[in-house]
């Protein structure tokens, strides 16, 4: 095993239950486990499951730690290493808010349709922009709109499926 | 709407309470250890109106979980806890962590303010469920009648199943007194938590065939050993003796290999022995069963056991490579994984390299030949007691009366240089015989543990070996004893000190001896006295046995002080941050610690502390 810090998807599933995300949670801060992006969501209602994307990142030796802590979790059904198991995506949308008027607005909108973000809101002072995709592209449009009066930021963390027929 | 309703109440439907301690004893439950309150009122009346399961009530709550885990120890059933909201449920905390941290199966029933006062900060509200999420392996809070008897059943599954622990089940009070159905307990398995319990055919191959390969092989066994149940201790004597490879336990696993037998080479870790540690670091083949590397038997992880290829079987894969990379990891429940390497071992290729193991046994027999736990008993009249003395003694004494009656001795320590020489001079034969607080370390544990052992073995000898800091811990359970006539015995190594915080004082911190020594201790004979026992004091070594003999006699509560030299440590030592072979010796063989430092020692080692 390296010694390599590495990034991991990790997709769980739970049963959607009180106390489980909290617990997940209590597991990552009590162990010292860094947590770059979390999801919740139910995705079965009939089953009662939900679905946890966690991004986090540490050694190979840490993550496999990770699994297993999360595995042996009650109310766990599934964990899967989306980013060791083979192709994946992975997205999250965010909204974007611009505060700005004469040739930055012209300069935000124009990168916008580069980036492919769609407006959502106008006033004649700001926008906002929705924009899904990878976190290395929304964190690049970020930056961008830095200097074009960009004045809030709301996103949705990473959600993550494999490519192809493979299931979790 | 008529119809349904007159179909519900057709159902097997009665107050919470009542369904709860149906579902207890639908569980097996013979024994809860609890302490009553405003929120559990429900549970005690349903109690007092039925002889089935009886109720031991504690002094305090954190007791009520000591007494649950030595019962639960003993006898590898669950033990179980009733408490009330708020400060009940607080009081609890430690011992479910203790128990979380030893793998004991408990279920812990805690009271709970009405559903509808939950979050208002209603009188005796406590976040139960946040508080112990870290502090149990799992836990529930009850919010409907229906779900009540389901999650009792859950929770005991979940408590005995995979890696054993406590599991804390939170009941508002209007859950247990209005109407809740029955249910039995299911026969299909568990829709998410189903632990490996079944070792995977390959890595048994692998194994069998990296045992056989060694030249310089030991087996490690650990608490897992113990939990897989008394057959586990049998397989493993079968394997060990098969193999003629050299055996060392964890201070959890004491008692699963005989102490006496000659391929025993006693405790490793911290306190443990001399061959044992040099065996763990020169081994070129290790197997580990259901230890989990923890930092008291490991020392610096980068200098442990650095040649040795390792085999780790434990039946949680989260215990697997979280301390220490292996190179043959086997998820399974200890009793199918030792068989199955018994079955798989005469038809796997290659022989034992004998005459290599041999040559391993000369080098093993040569660091026996040290005897690290030597120390030096004046016998003449009037002399000190050695604490190392009086626990040899008194495990002298109990096998005597084993040979003579078949009474058992089942032995429970509190935390500290008393429960190491416990672990190194009472020799255990068999599991479940041993309680003692491994990973949390909590002093104050060994008393009400001790009471816990004595209610589920009435006829046996039950010894609290305990220091005179760590027993004024809980203390006020003498007063349980009292109550339901419990003889069980407190064995006090009384050295005025927190020894074990001396010890370290005067090995890291100069000989400071900060806020260690106890200026005001009580009379324990008086105190033994006043709380209806006997109470016996040994000054000297030529009193010793007598009060050994007398306390056994005696078929009351007693406390024996027993007065020992205040400045003995405990030997042999590996300071924390140092390797398995850097270890220190006795004052027998001429390496006394000196003030203020030790060989081997570090920044890093003085942190780890």
Same mark, same amino acid.
């Given at each position: 095993?390296?010694?390599?810090?590495?990034?991991?998807?990790?997709?769980?599933?739970?049963?959607?239950?009180?106390?489980?995300?909290?617990?997940?949670?209590?597991?990552?801060?009590?162990?010292?486990?860094?947590?770059?992006?979390?999801?919740?969501?139910?995705?079965?209602?009939?089953?009662?499951?939900?679905?946890?994307?966690?991004?986090?990142?540490?050694?190979?030796?840490?993550?496999?730690?990770?699994?297993?802590?999360?595995?042996?979790?009650?109310?766990?059904?599934?964990?899967?290493?989306?980013?060791?198991?083979?192709?994946?995506?992975?997205?999250?949308?965010?909204?974007?808010?611009?505060?700005?008027?004469?040739?930055?607005?012209?300069?935000?909108?124009?990168?916008?349709?580069?980036?492919?973000?769609?407006?959502?809101?106008?006033?004649?002072?700001?926008?906002?922009?929705?924009?899904?995709?990878?976190?290395?592209?929304?964190?690049?449009?970020?930056?961008?709109?830095?200097?074009?009066?960009?004045?809030?930021?709301?996103?949705?963390?990473?959600?993550?499926?494999?490519?192809?027929?493979?299931?979790? | 709407?008529?119809?349904?309703?007159?179909?519900?109440?057709?159902?097997?439907? #009665?107050?919470?309470?009542?369904?709860? $301690?149906?579902?207890?004893?639908?569980?097996?439950?013979?024994?809860?250890?609890?302490?009553?309150?405003?929120?559990?009122?429900?549970?005690?009346?349903?109690?007092?109106?039925?002889?089935?399961?009886?109720?031991? $009530?504690?002094?305090?709550?954190?007791?009520?979980?000591?007494?649950?885990?030595?019962?639960?120890?003993?006898?590898?059933?669950?033990?179980?806890?009733?408490?009330?909201?708020?400060?009940?449920?607080?009081?609890?905390?430690?011992?479910?962590?203790?128990?979380?941290?030893?793998?004991?199966?408990?279920?812990?029933?805690?009271?709970?303010?009405?559903?509808?006062?939950?979050?208002?900060?209603?009188?005796?509200?406590?976040?139960?469920?946040?508080?112990?999420?870290?502090?149990?392996?799992?836990?529930?809070?009850?919010?409907?009648?229906?779900?009540?008897?389901?999650?009792?059943?859950?929770?005991?599954?979940?408590?005995?199943?995979?890696?054993?622990?406590?599991?804390?089940?939170?009941?508002?009070?209007?859950? $247990?007194?209005?109407?809740?159905?029955?249910?039995?307990?299911?026969?299909?398995?568990?829709?998410?938590?189903?632990?490996?319990?079944?070792?995977?055919?390959?890595?048994?191959?692998?194994?069998?065939?990296?045992?056989?390969?060694?030249?310089?092989?030991?087996?490690?066994?650990?608490?897992?050993?113990?939990?897989?149940?008394?057959?586990?201790?049998?397989?493993?004597?079968?394997?060990?003796?098969?193999?003629?490879?050299?055996?060392?336990?964890?201070?959890?696993?004491?008692?699963?290999?005989?102490?006496?037998?000659?391929?025993? $080479?006693?405790?490793?870790?911290?306190?443990?022995?001399?061959?044992?540690?040099?065996?763990?670091?020169?081994?070129?083949?290790?197997?580990?069963?259901?230890?989990?590397?923890?930092?008291?038997?490991?020392?610096?992880?980068?200098?442990?056991?650095?040649?040795?290829?390792?085999?780790?079987?434990?039946?949680?894969?989260?215990?697997?490579?979280?301390?220490?990379?292996?190179?043959?990891?086997?998820?399974?429940?200890?009793?199918?994984?030792?068989?199955?390497?018994?079955?798989?071992?005469?038809? #796997?290729?290659?022989?034992?390299?004998?005459?290599?193991?041999?040559?391993?046994?000369?080098?093993?027999?040569?660091?026996?030949?040290?005897?690290?736990?030597?120390?030096?008993?004046?016998?003449?009249?009037? #002399?000190?007691?050695?604490?190392?003395?009086?626990?040899?003694?008194?495990?002298?004494?109990?096998?005597?009366?084993?040979?003579?009656?078949?009474?058992?001795?089942?032995?429970?320590?509190?935390?500290?240089?008393?429960?190491?020489?416990?672990?190194?001079?009472?020799?255990?034969?068999?599991?479940?015989?041993?309680?003692?607080?491994?990973?949390?370390?909590?002093?104050?544990?060994?008393?009400?543990?001790?009471?816990?052992?004595?209610?589920?073995?009435?006829? #046996?000898?039950?010894?609290?070996?305990?220091?005179?800091?760590?027993?004024?811990?809980?203390?006020?359970?003498?007063?349980?004893?009292?109550?339901?006539?419990?003889?069980?015995?407190?064995?006090?190594?009384?050295?005025?000190?927190?020894?074990?915080?001396?010890?370290?004082?005067?090995?890291?911190?100069?000989?400071?001896?900060?806020?260690?020594?106890?200026?005001?201790?009580?009379?324990?004979?008086?105190?033994?006295?006043?709380?209806?026992?006997?109470?016996?004091?040994?000054?000297?070594?030529?009193?010793?046995?007598?009060?050994?003999?007398?306390?056994?006699?005696?078929?009351?509560?007693?406390?024996?002080?027993?007065?020992?030299?205040?400045?003995?440590?405990?030997?042999?030592?590996?300071?924390?941050?140092?390797?398995?072979?850097?270890?220190?010796?006795?004052?027998?063989?001429?390496?006394?610690?000196?003030?203020?430092?030790?060989?081997?020692?570090?920044?890093?080692?003085?942190?780890?502390?």
């Amino acid at each position: 095993m390296t010694q390599e810090q590495r990034s991991a998807t990790i997709s769980v599933l739970v049963e959607n239950e009180a106390g489980i995300l909290a617990r997940v949670i209590g597991l990552f801060t009590g162990r010292g486990y860094n947590i770059d992006s979390l999801t919740v969501a139910a995705v079965d209602p009939v089953r009662n499951v939900s679905r946890i994307n966690i991004v986090t990142s540490g050694t190979d030796m840490v993550i496999e730690q990770i699994k297993a802590q999360l595995d042996r979790l009650v109310q766990v059904y599934r964990v899967a290493d989306l980013s060791k198991q083979g192709p994946h995506v992975a997205r999250e949308l965010g909204l974007i808010k611009v505060v700005c008027t004469g040739a930055e607005r012209v300069e935000a909108l124009r990168l916008a349709e580069a980036f492919r973000a769609r407006v959502i809101d106008a006033t004649l002072e700001s926008f906002v922009f929705e924009m899904t995709g990878n976190t290395d592209k929304l964190d690049a449009f970020i930056e961008l709109m830095r200097g074009l009066g960009l004045a809030e930021v709301s996103r949705t963390g990473v959600a993550a499926i494999a490519r192809g027929t493979a299931t979790i | 709407m008529s119809q349904n309703t007159s179909a519900d109440t057709t159902l097997d439907t #009665a107050p919470g309470a009542e369904i709860l $301690l149906r579902a207890l004893k639908d569980q097996g439950v013979e024994v809860i250890f609890g302490y009553p309150g405003g929120a559990v009122l429900p549970i005690y009346d349903a109690i007092f109106n039925q002889n089935a399961i009886r109720h031991i $009530l504690v002094r305090h709550e954190q007791a009520a979980v000591h007494a649950a885990e030595g019962y639960a120890r003993s006898t590898g059933k669950v033990g179980v806890v009733l408490v009330t909201s708020g400060p009940g449920a607080t009081n609890a905390v430690t011992g479910l962590l203790d128990a979380l941290m030893d793998s004991i199966p408990l279920v812990c029933l805690t009271g709970q303010v009405p559903t509808h006062l939950i979050g208002n900060d209603a009188f005796q509200e406590a976040d139960t469920t946040g508080i112990t999420r870290p502090a149990s392996k799992h836990n529930y809070l009850v919010k409907r009648g229906q779900d009540l008897a389901k999650v009792v059943h859950e929770a005991f599954y979940v408590a005995r199943s995979g890696r054993p622990g406590p599991v804390v089940i939170d009941l508002p009070k209007d859950i $247990l007194i209005g109407p809740a159905p029955y249910v039995a307990a299911p026969e299909t398995p568990h829709r998410s938590y189903r632990p490996q319990v079944e070792p995977d055919a390959g890595q048994i191959a692998k194994a069998v065939a990296l045992l056989k390969s060694a030249k310089r092989p030991v087996i490690y066994t650990g608490g897992g050993v113990i939990n897989a149940g008394p057959a586990a201790s049998e397989a493993l004597r079968a394997l060990v003796r098969k193999t003629g490879f050299p055996c060392t336990s964890t201070l959890m696993g004491l008692g699963a290999f005989p102490a006496g037998d000659p391929l025993f $080479l006693g405790m490793l870790g911290m306190h443990g022995t001399y061959e044992a540690n040099l065996v763990m670091h020169g081994c070129d083949v290790m197997l580990n069963i259901g230890a989990r590397f923890d930092d008291r038997v490991t020392g610096r992880l980068n200098a442990f056991s650095p040649g040795s290829k390792k085999i780790h079987v434990d039946i949680d894969p989260s215990s697997i490579n979280k301390n220490v990379p292996v190179d043959v990891p086997v998820v399974g429940d200890a009793l199918r994984v030792i068989r199955a390497i018994l079955a798989a071992w005469d038809d #796997a290729p290659g022989e034992l390299d004998k005459p290599a193991i041999a040559a391993w046994w000369k080098q093993i027999d040569e660091w026996r030949g040290i005897d690290c736990l030597k120390f030096r008993q004046d016998m003449t009249k009037g #002399a000190v007691i050695k604490p190392q003395y009086a626990v040899q003694r008194l495990y002298d004494i109990t096998r005597e009366l084993k040979a003579k009656t078949g009474r058992e001795t089942f032995i429970s320590t509190e935390v500290g240089q008393h429960q190491m020489w416990a672990a190194q001079y009472f020799g255990f034969d068999a599991p479940n015989r041993w309680m003692t607080s491994g990973g949390l370390g909590t002093m104050g544990y060994g008393l009400p543990a001790a009471m816990g052992v004595q209610i589920a073995h009435p006829d #046996a000898l039950c010894i609290d070996i305990a220091g005179e800091a760590s027993i004024l811990m809980n203390i006020q359970e003498m007063s349980t004893l009292a109550q339901y006539r419990l003889p069980v015995k407190v064995f006090i190594l009384n050295n005025q000190y927190m020894g074990m915080v001396r010890q370290w004082q005067e090995l890291l911190h100069g000989g400071r001896y900060s806020e260690s020594y106890t200026a005001a201790l009580p009379d324990f004979v008086k105190l033994a006295e006043s709380f209806h026992g006997v109470g016996l004091r040994a000054k000297s070594v030529d009193e010793l046995d007598d009060v050994i003999r007398q306390m056994i006699e005696i078929d009351r509560p007693v406390i024996c002080d027993i007065c020992v030299d205040e400045k003995e440590n405990c030997f042999p030592m590996i300071p924390s941050g140092a390797p398995h072979n850097e270890m220190i010796l006795g004052p027998e063989h001429g390496t006394s610690l000196q003030m203020g430092g030790a060989k081997g020692l570090t920044d890093e080692g003085l942190a780890l502390v």
